[in-house]
């Protein structure tokens, strides 16, 4: 008989703030902050068996069966979703546990008319899948432990990929992270399996929240050309740079910046912290002058003058490439905000209306 139980979770999207490419090196900090859109997951009972998986982003439902521990392939669109599954699925395996039939159903907040934002819609999709499963099959565990499984799912997809996206989904707010090692995390899982990957201490790894800016504004604008940060990334990793005097001094210098930049978050020192972002603005365009990877377009550039123009500080958020930037602005300069928004238009840069999240814990 099927289950009439249901369980609904739901992730956050992100922004990096400051730290990207430098972080997906283990144990370099970046500054991230969870948004208020959100993808939900919706798990419950289905009649016969496997998993049937369906999302406002897919074209229909799909119906997936187990075979040795893993599902039918269910396309690229479901490959967060399957492998959030498996992951839970593999937990369950190892404790004695059955994986029931599952119906997951996955609406989400951060596109629109199929057009990601570029919020980290395959992080937060990931948390909420991995939360939700786990919940409706009887796993309680810690806010961390979900982060784990989350990590080891998405680094079977994509090991280059730095899981600061699971962070900001699981924990909320404003967070300084640190990635682990991807490589190892997953060798530990594949050699001791995962119930020894929660439990084992991950190098590198750290996670705490920041309290949000001083007397600053958080404004987000949306270029309306998505990126894939996936091929940015890969990109830097296929070229010489990587490895280089170049590479070792950005590292170096994007260290310094976030580590100012948290130091400013936690002292309040609203003005320390615009200084910190112009300072992570121009390594940026640095990066991209050495490697040209296009991190900049004419959008993002048009967006961080603007902002600067105005007495604040902005810079592309994540990959860049495309999606969004962030402005960080006078919160009382109410003419200023107006003033760049007006600039961001005349660009093509679409203001998008978010702030940060706080998530309720779900331990």
Same mark, same amino acid.
């Given at each position: ?79 967060? /979703?399957? =492998? *959030? ?7 369950? %395996?190892? #404790?004695? &546990? @059955?994986? $029931? ?92 399996? /995962?119930? =020894? *990957? ?7 790894? %750290?996670? #705490?929240? &920041? @309290?949000? $800016? ?63 972002i112009r300072r992570a603005r121009r390594e940026l365009a640095r990066l991209d002058d050495e490697v040209g990877l296009g991190i900049f377009t004419p959008e993002l550039t048009a967006l961080c003058d603007a902002a600067e123009e105005a007495g ?6 994540? %990959? ?44």
């Amino acid at each position: 008989m099927t289950s009439r139980r249901t369980v609904v979770r739901r992730a956050p999207g992100k922004l990096f703030v400051a730290g990207e490419y430098a972080v997906v090196d283990p144990g370099n900090t970046a500054i991230l902050v969870a948004v208020d859109r959100y993808v939900t997951v919706t798990v419950s009972g289905t009649d016969g068996t496997g998993v049937v998986i369906s999302s406002d982003l897919y074209p229909r439902a799909v119906r997936l069966q187990w075979q040795d521990g893993r599902l039918s392939a269910g396309g690229e669109e479901a490959a967060y /979703v399957v =492998a *959030a599954i498996e992951t839970v699925g593999e937990l369950l %395996a190892e #404790r004695g &546990l @059955p994986v $029931p039939a599952l119906s997951v159903s996955v609406t989400s907040t951060l596109h629109e008319a199929g057009r990601k934002y570029g919020l980290g819609s395959s992080g937060a999709v990931t948390v909420a899948t991995v939360a939700a499963v786990a919940s409706y099959c009887g796993l309680r565990l810690s806010r961390e432990d979900r982060f784990r499984l989350a990590l080891l799912a998405t680094a079977r997809i994509d090991p280059k990929g730095s899981g600061g996206d699971l962070a900001a989904g699981t924990w909320g707010g404003w967070i300084a992270y640190r990635a682990p090692d991807r490589g190892q995390v997953l060798g530990l899982a594949r050699s001791r399996g /995962v119930e =020894a *990957a929660l439990a084992a201490d991950w190098p590198g790894f %750290a996670v #705490r929240r &920041l @309290p949000p $800016p001083s007397g600053l504004r958080l404004e987000v604008g949306w270029t309306g050309s998505p990126a894939s940060t996936t091929s940015l990334v890969s990109g830097l990793h296929r070229r010489a740079w990587r490895g280089s005097s170049l590479h070792r001094t950005f590292v170096q210098n994007t260290n310094g910046f976030v580590r100012a930049a948290v130091d400013a978050l936690e002292a309040g020192d609203g003005p320390g912290l615009l200084h910190q972002i112009r300072r992570a603005r121009r390594e940026l365009a640095r990066l991209d002058d050495e490697v040209g990877l296009g991190i900049f377009t004419p959008e993002l550039t048009a967006l961080c003058d603007a902002a600067e123009e105005a007495g604040g500080a902005a810079k592309p958020s994540g %990959a860049g490439g495309g999606d969004c930037g962030i402005a960080l602005l006078d919160a009382d300069a109410a003419h200023h905000l107006s003033h760049v928004r007006q600039r961001w238009a005349a660009a093509g840069v679409l203001p998008l209306p978010v702030s940060p999240a706080m998530e309720r814990s779900q331990e």
